[in-house]
T-cell receptor, first 112, second 113 residues
Framework: AQSVAQPEDQVNVAEGNPLTVKCTYSVSGNPYLFWYVQYPNRGLQFLLKYITGDNLVKGSYGFEAEFNKSQTSFHLKKPSALVSDSALYFCAVRIPGNQFYFGTGTSLTVIP | DTAVSQTPKYLVTQMGNDKSIKCEQNLGHDTMYWYKQDSKKFLKIMFSYNNKELIINETVPNRFSPKSPDKAHLNLHINSLELGDSAVYFC????????????FGEGSRLTVL
């Protein structure tokens, strides 16, 4: 069965500090990997994706993510957190030509 | 131009009523989806249509009936609403092939009293 795990329901980080939101997955084949952000009362917004190539991908709002094939992980990172980064973050994987599988979400709070 | 738009944004209704949510996308995608987000913020796929053909039909009560008149539209009709149907329903679209991402609408918050 395909699954995506976000082991932390909540991540708190001080403004200006680096942040990491973790994601691991268990799917067959070589999936595409995605991160989405959801602000309160809004739809999910695409942040970045990994298809192939360089393991470090850069996305919107200064976010980046590191793909690690051996650990089947795709952790979201940002060097310096902003209060405005506080939101709900979802990791997702997609097997080519198939549906998307979402993690359970991680609530990020950046403390001023 | 809104890429994926769904209406209405809010629905408040009594148990037993029927309601519909409409969704339209102008991105030229061939695949559309309905997701349900519960009070714990978990996202669950409900249905997916590719070029008007149903391709994903998760374990959803028969009271939920999707309809796709064309590949740019996907509607959701819910009969005999129950308290447990209260949630936020998201429409999304993508290309079925390739590595394209999902584009989401802003959600329709359904409250059943």
């Amino acid at each position: 069965a395909q699954s995506v795990a976000q082991p932390e329901d909540q991540v708190n980080v001080a403004e200006g500090n680096p942040l990491t939101v973790k994601c691991t997955y268990s799917v067959s084949g070589n999936p595409y990997l995605f991160w989405y952000v959801q602000y309160p009362n809004r739809g999910l917004q695409f942040l970045l994706k990994y298809i192939t190539g360089d393991n470090l991908v850069k996305g919107s709002y200064g976010f980046e993510a590191e793909f690690n094939k051996s650990q089947t992980s795709f952790h979201l990172k940002k060097p310096s957190a902003l209060v405005s980064d506080s939101a709900l973050y979802f990791c997702a994987v997609r097997i080519p030509g198939n549906q998307f599988y979402f993690g359970t979400g991680t609530s990020l709070t950046v403390i001023p | 131009d809104t890429a994926v738009s769904q209406t209405p944004k809010y629905l408040v209704t009594q148990m037993g009523n029927d309601k519909s949510i409409k969704c339209e996308q102008n991105l030229g995608h061939d695949t559309m989806y309905w997701y349900k987000q519960d009070s714990k913020k978990f996202l669950k796929i409900m249905f997916s249509y590719n070029n008007k053909e149903l391709i994903i039909n998760e374990t959803v009560p028969n009271r939920f009936s999707p309809k796709s008149p064309d590949k740019a539209h996907l509607n959701l009709h819910i009969n005999s609403l129950e308290l447990g149907d209260s949630a936020v329903y998201f429409c999304a679209s993508s290309f079925l092939a390739g590595a394209g991402e999902l584009f989401f609408g802003e959600g329709s918050r359904l409250t059943v009293l």
